[in-house]
């Protein structure tokens, strides 16, 4: 499996190149046409006091679909938030907002919780480049961290820092960062991002306060990089994305520069760039965008086992990307 960051051309001039290499979907043409929510499942209502469960994204639809928490018997969405576009990984603040890192619209737009499919709540716009994940513990009234996978002009991925009040005004990189991946905030504010280097090979970046020019994690043992979460014992939960043709889930410890791994690499049921923890920490769910299909596991530092799959709403040609729990984990 070989990542394609290179290849993606000029996105900042609209070339939209084939990426089925590594799975990460391209950046959007620069005159992308707007969505007129035709791809929303039009039965689906969307509540703002529901209770909480998983939002999944997809990058060809117009909307994020939410579902609940347990669905082993493979249940339809029970809601949805329309309105995005080129949609890659897909996150949940601390206080239960999503963060969509709209492709399409190059902005982070922040749907209000804690109940699932909240209204649309802000919006503010990424300069920088093509956001593909992003992180915060209050995205309303805090930091929030944009993990960009190519900047503007077709230069090495970032991370822009951005509030919705004062827009995105720092834009953190490093010259390992080739092609961006994931990007996590923990309840300090410090910031870590994953990458494929220039040469293509995975790193993980350390930008303490998420600021800076960040530091290169030692010890970091993915041989692919993939999205970050946090647990409740604040270890760094890293998806190895392209491990053995399966993907693997690699658990630290520091990464502040100097990483001790944990747990893992424990074996994904199939390849994943993007999953989050469930709110004690107790669950875990990817995007297999292989599979086209949400796949969920019981998580302790120890052991990582397979629960069950669901697809019920999802579309394999719309390529499923991201998978959010509400409440995420408490961290």
């Not at 309105?83 to 619209?105: H, T």
């Not at 989050?276 to 990817?286: D, E, G, I, R």
């Not at 796949?295 to 709403?313: E, I, M, Q, R, W």
Request: aromatic share 8%; glycine share 12%; charged share 10%.
């Amino acid at each position: 499996m070989r990542p394609l960051a290179f290849l993606l051309g000029a996105v900042a001039m609209g070339t939209l190149a084939a990426c089925a290499g590594n799975g990460i979907s391209p950046s959007t043409p620069a005159f992308a046409p707007e969505y007129s929510n035709a791809g929303v499942i039009a039965a689906l209502e969307t509540p703002d006091a529901a209770k909480g469960g998983l939002y999944v994204s997809q990058f060809n639809s117009a909307s994020i679909l939410g579902y609940k928490s347990n669905n082993k018997k493979n249940g339809a969405p029970t809601c949805n938030i329309p309105g995005v576009q080129y949609l890659n990984g897909v996150a949940v603040d601390g206080k239960g907002n999503v963060i969509d890192p709209d492709g399409g619209s190059r902005s982070i737009i922040i749907f209000k919780g804690p109940g699932m499919c909240g209204a649309k709540a802000a919006s503010t716009s990424d300069s920088y480049g093509q956001p593909i994940d992003a992180a915060s513990n209050d995205s309303l009234n805090g930091t929030i961290a944009v993990a960009n996978m190519m900047d503007n002009g077709s230069k090495p991925g970032s991370v822009s820092v951005c509030t919705i009040k004062g827009g995105c005004k720092t834009n953190l990189t490093n010259s390992v960062i080739g092609e961006m991946v994931g990007v996590a905030m923990d309840l300090k504010g410090n910031c870590w991002a994953s990458a494929y280097s220039p040469q293509f090979t995975p790193k993980l970046v350390y930008y303490a306060k998420c600021k800076g020019a960040g530091v290169v994690a030692t010890g970091y043992q993915n041989t692919s990089p993939g999205g970050l979460d946090i647990d409740n014992a604040g270890h760094l939960v890293s998806i190895d994305t392209s491990a053995n043709n399966i993907g693997a889930l690699m658990i630290y410890s520091g990464c502040n520069p100097a990483c001790t791994v944990v747990g893992g690499p424990f074996a994904l049921h199939g390849e994943t760039f993007w999953g989050h923890l469930n709110q004690k920490s107790t669950q875990f769910a990817t995007a297999n965008y292989v599979a086209g299909e949400i796949d969920v596991y019981k998580y302790s530092t120890t052991a990582l086992t397979f629960l069950y799959s669901y697809s019920n709403g999802l579309t394999p040609s719309a390529s499923v990307k991201g998978a959010a729990y509400n409440p995420r984990s408490n961290e």
